[in-house]
C-alpha cells in the first residue's frame, strides 16, 4: 500500500464480507482517505453482502465525532439516540449520535452468557441457535428500521472472547426450501423490544405485559425483505426475545411462544445462523465493522465481565429501507409531548 491508501479483500472463513485496509500518515488522514473514499466503500460493502471490517482507524477511540462523518457515508441520516428508543445509560455524553456498549458504569451493559454446552456438537465453537440466542437485528421494533450500523471497538476482551457472529441472511433466504420459502413470502413479523413483557419467557410466566403509548407498540417487518441497492431479497427476522410472543411472532399464524408462528420462527433462526452462513468476527484493537441491517442477522458472544473492561461504540444510519416503507412516517416519535422512552426508563 502506499503512504495513504485503501486496500479491498475478502473477509477469511467466511462465504461474505469485505476486509477494508487503511494506511496512512496519521489518524486525520486515514479518516480522510475513507472519507474520499466513499463511493468504492459503499459499492464493496454491498457486493459482499452487507459486512465489512475495517483495519486503520484506530484513532477513532480518540474522535468519536469522526465516527459519525464516516457514518454518514451510508446514508442521510445518522441517528441522535436520544430521539430513539433507547434507554439513557447507553448515552454516549457528548456525542448524541454514538450508542454506548459497555461493561463499565454507567452502562452496565453485560454480555450473554456463555452457551451450554459451551462447544458444539462437532467440537466447535457455536454459531447456530438455539445454543446462540441473541441473534437480531438492531432496533428492528421501530418501523421503518435502521438500515446500516457501525460498531467500533475501543476497547476489547481477548479475542477468544466477546466474539461477534454475522449471518448472511440473503443466503439463506436462497438455501431455504421451495415449499418454505412459498410459505413465508407475504409475512409479517411482529417486532418488539426485549423489555416490554412479550418474550417467551415472560408470556409463559404470565407477565403482565408493560401498558405502551403508540409511538411504542410492536411493529410489523416482512420476513422477507427487498434490499434497495442491491435488489436482493433476504430473510428479515430477530431473536426470540425481540418478537412479541403475546399477538405474534408472526401475524396471521397461530400466537404464543409455543405457536405455529413460534416454530416456524425458531425454524427460520437456526436455518440462517447454520456455519455455512456465519462470519465470526475476533475483535483486535480498533477495529470498525459495518453491517447491513436489511440483510444480515448479528449476534454478540460471552466474555469474562468480571475480569475484562469492554467499550464499543455504535451509530446506526437510516433513510433507504426499501419500497415497503415509502411515505412512512418514524413511528417511534411520540406524540402529544411524550418522551420516548417515557414508561420505559427502567430497560
Known amino acids: 500500500m502506499t503512504a495513504t ?58 474522535a468519536p465525532e469522526a465516527l459519525v462523518r464516516i457514518s454518514k457515508i451510508f446514508g442521510p441520516e445518522v441517528e441522535n439516540y436520544r430521539g430513539t428508543l433507547t434507554a439513557a445509560r447507553f448515552f454516549h455524553d457528548q456525542v448524541p449520535e454514538v450508542l454506548v456498549l459497555s461493561n463499565l458504569p454507567p452502562c452496565n451493559h453485560l454480555p450473554p452468557p456463555r452457551p451450554a454446552p459451551v462447544l458444539d456438537p462437532e467440537g466447535e465453537f457455536p454459531v447456530g441457535f438455539p445454543q446462540r440466542s441473541n441473534w437480531h437485528t438492531d432496533q428492528s421494533y421501530r418501523r421503518p428500521p435502521p438500515d446500516i450500523t457501525l460498531l467500533f471497538g475501543v476497547t476489547n476482551p481477548p479475542a477468544d472472547q466477546g466474539q461477534t457472529l454475522y449471518a448472511d441472511c440473503t443466503a439463506a433466504l436462497g438455501a431455504l426450501a421451495p415449499e418454505l420459502r412459498a410459505k413465508i413470502e407475504g409475512l409479517m413479523g411482529l417486532h418488539a423490544p426485549s423489555w416490554i413483557g412479550r418474550r417467551p419467557e415472560d408470556v409463559r410466566a404470565g407477565v403482565t405485559p408493560k401498558p405502551l403509548l403508540a409511538h411504542q407498540q410492536p411493529q410489523p417487518q416482512p420476513l422477507v425483505r427487498r434490499h434497495p441497492v442491491t435488489g436482493r431479497p433476504a430473510l428479515y427476522i430477530c431473536e426470540e426475545d425481540q418478537m412479541d410472543h403475546l399477538e405474534g411472532p408472526i401475524a396471521g399464524l397461530e400466537p404464543g411462544p409455543d405457536g405455529e408462528g413460534a416454530r416456524l420462527l425458531r425454524a427460520l433462526l437456526a436455518h440462517a445462523t447454520q456455519r455455512r452462513f456465519v462470519y465470526v468476527h475476533e475483535w483486535q484493537e480498533g477495529d470498525l465493522v459495518i453491517g447491513d441491517n436489511r440483510c444480515l442477522l448479528h449476534a454478540a458472544t460471552w466474555y469474562d465481565a468480571d475480569i475484562h473492561p469492554r467499550l464499543m461504540w455504535r451509530t446506526t444510519v437510516r433513510g433507504n429501507p426499501g419500497a415497503e416503507y415509502d411515505g412512512e412516517a418514524k413511528s417511534w416519535i411520540p406524540a402529544d409531548g411524550h418522551a420516548p422512552m417515557e414508561g420505559m426508563e427502567d430497560a
Not at 44 to 56: I, P, S, T
Open 5 to 62: 491508501s485503501l486496500r479491498f479483500s475478502p473477509l477469511e472463513f467466511a462465504s461474505f464480507g469485505v476486509l477494508t485496509e487503511l494506511e496512512a500518515a496519521s489518524d486525520e488522514a486515514a479518516v480522510a482517505a475513507f472519507l474520499d473514499g466513499a463511493e468504492g466503500i459503499c459499492s464493496e460493502l454491498h457486493a459482499a453482502g452487507g459486512l465489512m471490517v475495517v483495519r486503520g482507524l484506530s484513532g477513532l477511540r480518540h
